[in-house]
């Protein structure tokens, strides 16, 4: 849903050429390489459990920075905020699949591993088809909101998990 109005909110709204929105995204792919980098130290330090829930809830409110953003300098600002949501991304689900092939047995791998990829990334395209409908009621601006929103409080379903304070994997704790 954010993802589907932030080109159109970054061309639009801010007047963005394409080597402006080409910055902005590449700054959320150095975000993602970060997140990559750093994911396996925040996992032993934190913890699986508590990284699962905690990313989304400390990394996802940045991105309400972009629908705050202007022509300018705001831009930049924004631009590291999504760079934050991309390292958080990346950090949560290094995570969540470290979590997920740990306690699922061997012969299941292939079962768990498929339906983890289908619920997540069936939902993409019914994302973007909602962002695209909320943006031509709403605005992108609006919309934008309503997905940093959306995307802070996705932490609250893991918050409830019974894995929530797992520190470490089964295996790690051998």
Do not use: K
């Amino acid at each position: 849903m954010y993802q589907t109005m932030l080109l159109v909110f970054l061309e639009r709204e801010l007047g963005l050429e394409a080597f402006g929105i080409g910055l902005v995204l590449s700054g959320m792919g150095c975000g993602a390489l970060l997140g990559a980098l750093s994911a396996t130290g925040i996992s032993r330090r934190v913890g699986h459990g508590p990284v699962i829930w905690l990313a989304p809830l400390v990394t996802c409110p940045p991105t309400a920075l972009m629908p705050l953003a202007r022509p300018g300098w705001s831009v930049c600002v924004a631009a590291i905020g999504l760079a934050v949501l991309s390292l958080g991304g990346v950090v949560r689900v290094v995570a969540q699949s470290s979590v997920q092939l740990a306690l699922t047995p061997d012969r299941l791998l292939g079962r768990m591993s498929a339906t983890a990829r289908c619920v997540s990334w069936g939902g993409l395209p019914l994302g973007a088809l909602l962002g695209g409908a909320s943006g031509s009621v709403f605005g992108a601006t609006a919309t934008l909101w309503i997905g940093a929103a959306g995307m802070t409080l996705s932490f609250l379903p893991n918050s409830l998990s019974p894995l929530r304070t797992m520190r470490a994997l089964p295996a790690d704790e051998a």
